[in-house]
């Protein structure tokens, strides 16, 4: 089992990028973000305790989050590797799923950062508001306070997995095809 953490900045590309690698190496793949919003469409209970955080642009707390995570891996026994797309974002989520993926026999194998300039991503994401119905994508501020979540509780993750030797960063700039054979060089090696 090959899990691959997917990480980086909010509009860094990791849902558009984790699309093309579950198929390309038939891995599962579990958008924190997704199921979220899965939850607030379908006005779930969780939908309901999530929706004050996400339309913030603030991160949903860890306990609920984390509790989320674990019952969607735990729906895909057989699979062939996990490819986790927003998740962890905090260094107790981290923690936790390194104890959960040791309790079942598995291990994250490596974690892959998108890197891209703050500005580039704004402009991305206010882009995508004007279409994606999220709200979290419509209003600046709410946007850079996404930013602001992420250099405060998400960037410190990156010396987590340094430590570990399964830190890797790749640039998130370019056509999206590009970025698809930048990642896959470096899965191909691990
Ligand atoms: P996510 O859904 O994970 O959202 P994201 O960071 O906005 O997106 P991503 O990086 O996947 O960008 P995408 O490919 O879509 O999180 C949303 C919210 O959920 C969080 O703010 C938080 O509230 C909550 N949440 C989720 N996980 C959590 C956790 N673990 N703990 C607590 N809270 C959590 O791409 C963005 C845009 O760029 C798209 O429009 C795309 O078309 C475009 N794009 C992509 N690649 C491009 C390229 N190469 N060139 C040009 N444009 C590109």
């Known amino acids: 089992m090959t899990n691959i ?6 509009g860094a590309g990791k849902g558009t990028q984790a699309e093309f690698l579950k ?12 199921v979220f919003r899965f939850n607030l469409k379908n006005d779930t209970e ?4 999530c929706k004050v955080f996400m339309d913030a642009g603030d991160l949903v707390p860890d306990e609920l989050t984390t509790k989320m ?3 969607e891996v735990n729906k895909h026994p057989d699979t062939n590797g996990i490819l986790f797309d927003g998740y962890p974002r905090t260094l107790s ?20 950062a998108l890197e891209a300039d703050d500005e580039i991503l704004i402009q991305r994401l206010l882009e ?6 999220r ?15 992420y250099n405060e509780k998400t960037a410190p993750l990156m ?10 960063a790749v640039d998130g700039i370019g056509s999206i095809d590009e970025i698809t054979k930048r990642l896959s060089t470096v899965i191909e090696k691990l």
Do not use: C, M, W
Not at 5 to 10: A, E, R, T, Y
Not at 46 to 49: A, I, T
Not at 135 to 149: A, F, G, P, T
Not at 162 to 168: L, P, S, T, V
């Open 5 to 10: 953490v997917l990480f980086g900045k909010p």
């Open 23 to 34: 198929e390309k190496y038939k891995l599962t793949h579990i958008s924190t973000g997704d």
């Open 46 to 49: 969780l939908g309901k305790q």
């Open 69 to 71: 995570l674990i019952d």
């Open 93 to 112: 989520q981290a923690r936790d799923l390194d104890a959960f993926l040791e309790s079942i026999g598995s291990k994250v194998a490596a974690t892959i």
């Open 128 to 133: 995508r508001g004007k279409t994606s119905g």
């Open 135 to 149: 709200i979290d994508d419509q209003d600046e501020s709410k946007i850079r306070n996404r930013y602001q979540e």
């Open 159 to 168: 010396g987590y997995y340094k430590e570990q030797n399964k830190f890797h």
